[in-house]
């Protein structure tokens, strides 16, 4: 039996589809927290609530098809949760914590970058939330989203996130 073959024959049709679910289960079963970390997690719109302090942000934003977003978020702020799956730099070193990059990627594909700068406290301090509840109404069924005070625009609003990646950045190749 080939290799593909050997490890794909045990698998039926029902457990192909319980492995790829409609983009907003995933997000309600949780956002994976990932890349390089020590601890690495799920998290659901639960434990995003009750796992850390909970930051309120009213905010507006402008979006390009439908103009200015009203909106309040509830929610703990993502350095706090990032920095409790301890991402691999050290913690002591400014320096080193400035390399490092997050990606925020929601159900349907949509996916955006920060730097760690813009959200530590020691450089952007910017108090981005990972979203429990939108305008009064919690985000359980729909997944969490992402809210960036200090953006003027709506696009890294990324809503029914399902995954939160971080890394250093590539090494800068010389020109
Ligand atoms: N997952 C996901 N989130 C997304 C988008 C998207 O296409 N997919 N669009 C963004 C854009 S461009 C805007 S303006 C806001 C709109 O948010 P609202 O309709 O809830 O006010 O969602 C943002 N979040
Ligand atoms: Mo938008």
């Known amino acids: 039996m080939s290799d593909l073959a050997s490890r794909t024959a045990h698998l039926s049709t029902a457990d192909l589809a319980t492995a790829r679910p409609a983009a907003e289960d995933r997000a309600a079963a949780g956002l994976v927290l990932h890349g390089e970390l020590r601890r690495p997690m799920t998290l659901s719109v639960a434990r995003l609530?009750?796992?850390w302090e909970q930051r309120r942000a009213w905010v507006v934003f402008d979006c390009a098809t439908s103009g200015p977003r009203r909106h309040t978020f509830e929610g703990p702020l993502l350095r706090q949760v990032v920095l409790d799956a301890e991402p691999a730099f050290d913690p002591a070193r400014r320096k080193d914590r400035s390399r490092f990059l997050?990606?925020?990627?929601?159900?349907?594909?949509h996916h955006t970058v920060l730097s760690w700068a813009e959200i530590d406290a020691d450089f952007g301090d910017a108090p981005v939330l990972l979203a429990a509840a939108m305008d009064g109404r919690p985000l359980d069924a729909e997944g969490s989203q992402l809210v960036v005070p200090s953006d003027r625009c709506g696009a890294r609003y990324v809503s029914a996130i399902t995954s939160v990646w971080i890394g250093a950045a590539p090494y800068p190749p010389t020109p």
């Open 102 to 109: 997050l990606a925020v990627r929601g159900g349907d594909g």
């Open 49 to 51: 609530r009750e796992g």
